[in-house]
């Protein structure tokens, strides 16, 4: 076998581990948010600096998974190593918007089918950092 042909079957045995192991998080993050209907975290960063603050606790709900426009979900948009909360909106394309109130913080259009795939649960509870400390 040649080393062109060697490098391309190289290339797509890489690129199919890459989208099993994709598959392979996403099931076990399906899988835990099935035993775990709340989830709770802790804001860090000012994306959502207008109604959190950093360090208050978040609390969503991962049945509650269909958006209205302006509704605040918690997102995992970091690829497994965090989470993110944003407020989702139609947009005009078709697609969906996902706002942050920290103006500096860049807003993206998805289409639905990803924001439903981010989408973690919906922002039913939050708790200032002050009640606890």
């Given at each position: 076998m040649g080393k062109k042909k060697l490098k391309a079957k190289n290339e797509a045995l890489v690129a199919q581990v890459e989208v099993l192991e994709m598959q392979n998080k996403e099931l076990e993050r399906e899988k835990y948010f099935n035993h775990h209907r709340f989830i709770r975290d802790t804001v860090m960063?000012?994306?959502?600096?207008?109604?959190?603050?950093?360090?208050?606790?978040i609390i969503a709900d991962?049945?509650?998974?269909?958006?209205?426009?302006?509704?605040?979900?918690m997102l995992d948009?970091?690829?497994?190593?965090?989470?993110?909360?944003a407020r989702l909106q139609a947009h005009p394309n078709g697609g969906v918007e996902i706002i942050h109130e920290n103006i500096y913080h860049v807003q993206h259009v998805v289409s639905r089918e990803r924001a439903e795939a981010l989408i973690i649960g919906k922002i039913v509870g939050h708790i200032r950092k002050e009640v606890f400390e």
């Open positions: 960063g000012d994306g959502m600096n207008i109604t959190f603050a950093e360090g208050d606790l991962t049945k509650q998974r269909n958006y209205a426009s302006g509704d605040m979900f948009m970091s690829k497994g190593t965090g989470t993110n909360v």
